[in-house]
Every structure is written in structure tokens, then in C-alpha cells.
């Protein structure tokens, strides 16, 4: 089967630092990816992992164990335009799997001056 | 560059009817996936294109289908809807170089409304 679980909800003060963690059962695994969505918006590309480690992209890094079946997404310096959800989503292996995204149902980040 | 566009943006629909959606993708991207999203179920991948073939499909019904036309543009149809079809229609174009696959990008999508 498939599973992917993030937390729901999470609150944090401007300024902060945030994890979202995100764990993953999935039928063969080719990559995870993190995308950030604003209310009534479509999801923006954050963030790519296929190798265990730190990727770090400015505010944003993303870690990964493969062997753990987790990742996890740190956001540093929050702002309040930093709320929004945060997704983590899965591609599956093989060659049927290349781009298509098992996605979590994505944790609402709220943050608070 | 211009993104992923998707028209139209809003739609309602009467139950039974049929849609027809469309996607055109990044300038040199050549794989297009749909991706159907509702408050309950999230996102939910439906299929992928590349080259005019689908070469993935998630666990729809065959009320979904789609197509890919030879400049990568790609539309989907839903047909005989159903209340349960009322969802936002994402459309995520990616580059592809040989075997290798890069990330997604999402057009703002189609709000579709059944009543």
C-alpha cells in the first residue's frame, strides 16, 4: 500500500524556526518533494530529495532517510507569508512511477507576530 | 518563461453532463499529470503524458480520461458527472531528459462545480 503522514496543523511565531516532518510507505520509492500552497492557490515546487541527507535552499532545507522512511522540511525565519500548507509527496519507483506523485494531505502552517 | 496555464479557471456543470479541460504546459516540457484535489481526499494523481501517451493512470473511473497533443498540450475530460467530480483539476507539466524525470510544476488549475 501507500501511506504518507504529516501532521495537520502546526503553529509557530514569526521569526522561528519550523519542522514539518513526514513519513512514507509507498511501493518502491524515486524521489520525495515538498510543495508550499497558498490558500486557494496551486502548489509551488520548495524542494527535491532522492539521496539520504540535507538539501538547503535559503530559509528552506529538506532532509531525508530512505532507510527510516522519513523527511523532514525546516523552515528558518519565518515570515507570515510563510503560512500556508506544506506537502509532501512521494514518487513511487519503476519506470511506471516517474511522474506520478503520491502526495500527503499536507500540514496548514499558521504563522503568529 | 511563461508557467502552466490552464483554462478555463471556473466551470459549473449540471450531474450527467460532460467537461473538457485544458492544460499547456512549460515551453519544452514534455510530461503534463492531472491531479484532482477536494477538501477530503487531497491531492490525488489521475494520469500522466508524455510524447501523445499516457504512461501512468491512478485509481479513477473510466468516466476520466485524457489526452496529449503533439506541441504537449493536454486536456482531460470527465464525463457523466457526478456531484463527487466538484474538485479543483490540477495540471503539472515536468521536464524530462532521458530517462530522468524533474520536478512538477502546477498550473493554477479548474475549479469545476457540480450541481
Known amino acids: 500500500g501507500q501511506n504518507i503522514d504529516q501532521p495537520t496543523e502546526m503553529t509557530a511565531t514569526e521569526g522561528a524556526i519550523v519542522q514539518i516532518n513526514c513519513t512514507y510507505q509507498?511501493?518502491?520509492?524515486?524521489?520525495l518533494f515538498w510543495y508550499q500552497q497558498h490558500a486557494g492557490e496551486a502548489p509551488t515546487f520548495l524542494s527535491y530529495?532522492?539521496?539520504?541527507g540535507l538539501e538547503e535552499k535559503g530559509r528552506f532545507s529538506s532532509f531525508l532517510s530512505r532507510s527510516k522512511g522519513y523527511s523532514y522540511l525546516l523552515l528558518k525565519e519565518l515570515q507570515m507569508k510563510d503560512s500556508a500548507s506544506y506537502l509532501c509527496?512521494?514518487?513511487?519507483?519503476?519506470?511506471?512511477?516517474?511522474?506520478?506523485?503520491?502526495f500527503g494531505a499536507g500540514t496548514r502552517l499558521a504563522v503568529h507576530p | 518563461k511563461a508557467g502552466v496555464t490552464q483554462t478555463p479557471r471556473y466551470l459549473i456543470k449540471t450531474r450527467g453532463q460532460q467537461v473538457t479541460l485544458s492544460c499547456s504546459p512549460i515551453?519544452?516540457?514534455?510530461?503534463v499529470s492531472w491531479y484532482q484535489q477536494t477538501p477530503g481526499q487531497g491531492l490525488q494523481f489521475l494520469f500522466e503524458?508524455?510524447?501523445?501517451?499516457?504512461?501512468n493512470k491512478g485509481n479513477f473511473p473510466g468516466r476520466f480520461s485524457g489526452r496529449q497533443f503533439s506541441n504537449s498540450r493536454s486536456e482531460m475530460n470527465v464525463s457523466t458527472l457526478e456531484l463527487g467530480d466538484s474538485a479543483l483539476y490540477l495540471c503539472?507539466?515536468?521536464?524530462?531528459?532521458?530517462?530522468?524525470?524533474?520536478?512538477?510544476?502546477f498550473g493554477p488549475g479548474t475549479r469545476l462545480t457540480v450541481t
Open positions: 503539472a507539466s515536468s521536464l524530462v531528459r532521458g530517462t530522468a524525470s524533474y520536478e512538477q510544476y
Open positions: 509507498t511501493s518502491g520509492f524515486n524521489g
Open positions: 530529495n532522492v539521496l539520504d
Open positions: 509527496a512521494v514518487r513511487p519507483a519503476g519506470a511506471g512511477g516517474y511522474n506520478k506523485l503520491i
Open positions: 515551453s519544452g516540457h514534455r510530461s
Open positions: 503524458y508524455f510524447s501523445e501517451t499516457q504512461r
